[in-house]
């Protein structure tokens, strides 16, 4: 069974930074590409970043380049995501996710398997 587990969330300052953990777990992720989407109260939820199994591509939301960084460890079945530069409107519950599929994609409906999300709160 699948399972992904974020950690890492939590209080920040604007300005401040994060780096948000999905240990998976279940099945070898190294060839699945995987995704950080996020969803604010009363929001859809939203794409942020994407990258490949073998972590040659990446896709960013326009809203987060040059501030987030996601990068992946194969070896410790662990995705990650660095949080620069935070703004009060990055306050969000943040989903990891993986995807059937070798390329990243940018909707929730390509991914198969969700974690339960973990909560970033960026004050201003």
């Known amino acids: 069974q699948v399972q992904l587990v974020e950690s890492g969330g939590g209080l920040v300052q604007a300005g401040g930074s994060l780096r948000l953990s999905c240990a998976a777990s279940g099945r070898t992720f190294s060839t699945y590409a995987m995704a950080w989407f996020r969803q604010a109260p009363g929001k859809e939820r939203d794409f942020v970043v994407a990258?490949?199994?073998?972590?040659?591509?990446?896709l960013y939301a326009d809203s987060v380049k040059g501030r987030f960084t996601i990068s992946r460890d194969n070896a410790k079945n662990t995705l990650y995501l660095q949080m620069n530069s935070l703004k009060p409107e990055d306050t969000a519950v943040y989903y990891c996710?993986?995807?059937?599929?070798?390329?990243?994609?940018?909707?929730?409906?390509?991914?198969?398997?969700w974690g339960q999300g973990t909560q970033v709160t960026v004050s201003s």
């Open positions: 996710a993986v995807r059937n599929g070798i390329r990243p994609a940018t909707t929730v409906s390509e991914y198969n398997y």
């Open positions: 990258v490949s199994g073998s972590a040659y591509s990446t």
